[in-house]
């Protein structure tokens, strides 16, 4: 099954408008992924690839729709990282959902300081605009 544009889902994927290549992640990502979590000498075979490739890409337009309708529903057009949380845990993923918001808090208080970096570094100094 294959979610098509309008967060319906379609099993032809010449009638869904949206290309092979444009739905699937690309295989040597998901290849790479796997290696991370198998023993360095571990082999992976190219169908264990494809169903790997198949089933993520899946998962991401399953827990995407979701989050889609509801921003749908606010009438809003921006999915965030929010959207993406809620979604996980109302389809059941919860075991997802909450590292993903501990995950989401840290990153954004990164940002956060990174942006109040950068601006102290862009305000000019008293001292360097000090005359002499």
Not at 21 to 48: C, F, H, T, W, Y
Not at 107 to 131: V, W
């Amino acid at each position: 099954m294959m979610v098509d544009n309008v967060g319906g889902s379609s099993s032809n994927p010449e009638n869904s408008g949206i290309r092979e290549q444009d739905r699937l992640l690309p295989i040597a990502n998901v290849g790479r992924i796997m290696k991370q979590i198998l023993p360095p000498n571990a082999k992976i075979s190219k169908e264990s690839k494809e169903t790997m490739q198949e089933c993520v890409s899946e998962f991401i337009s399953f827990v995407t729709s979701e989050a889609s309708e509801k921003c749908r529903k606010e009438r809003r057009k921006t999915v965030n990282g929010d959207d993406i949380c809620w979604a996980l845990a109302s389809l059941g993923f919860d075991d997802y959902a909450d590292p993903l918001r501990r995950y989401l808090h840290r990153y954004r208080e990164l940002e956060l300081d990174r942006t109040a970096i950068q601006e102290r570094g862009n305000s000019p100094s008293k001292d360097k605009d000090a005359e002499f």
